[in-house]
């Protein structure tokens, strides 16, 4: 768990396709009702409530209600494990794929 006491894994909560075209969407807005997420979907407002349920348990969403009507935005600051999950094994090819290279090198030789 990080600091954010999340209940859910972040990894865990970004594997569906469906709840990362639901980050992409809060991300190219500050905020968005639940009505206009559901309206992208091809399913009802049940099942992306769902979806978005499972983003707030990583941390990656916060809501408000406004009147009637709950608000949805990105908190991006949990996807900072996935750059840093993703960066570790970045270096680790380029170092990798930097060996071979030094390798190939010495066997034309």
């Not at 559901?38 to 099942?47: E, L, S, W, Y």
């Not at 941390?59 to 750059?83: C, H, M, S, W, Y």
């Not at 960066?87 to 090198?105: G, T």
Request: neutral net charge; without cysteine.
């Amino acid at each position: 768990m990080s600091e954010n006491n999340q209940l859910r894994d972040v990894f865990d909560a970004i594997a569906d396709p469906t709840r990362r075209r639901l980050i992409r969407l809060l991300a190219e807005k500050d905020e968005i009702p639940l009505h206009e997420l559901t309206v992208q979907f091809p399913m009802g407002r049940t099942a992306v409530s769902k979806h978005l349920t499972i983003l707030k348990e990583a941390g990656l969403v916060l809501d408000r209600k406004v009147g009637r009507e709950t608000r949805f935005r990105l908190n991006a600051a949990p996807l900072r494990e996935i750059q840093d999950w993703v960066a570790f094994y970045s270096k680790f090819w380029s170092v990798n794929l930097m060996r071979l290279n030094q390798f190939l090198e010495e066997e034309e030789e």
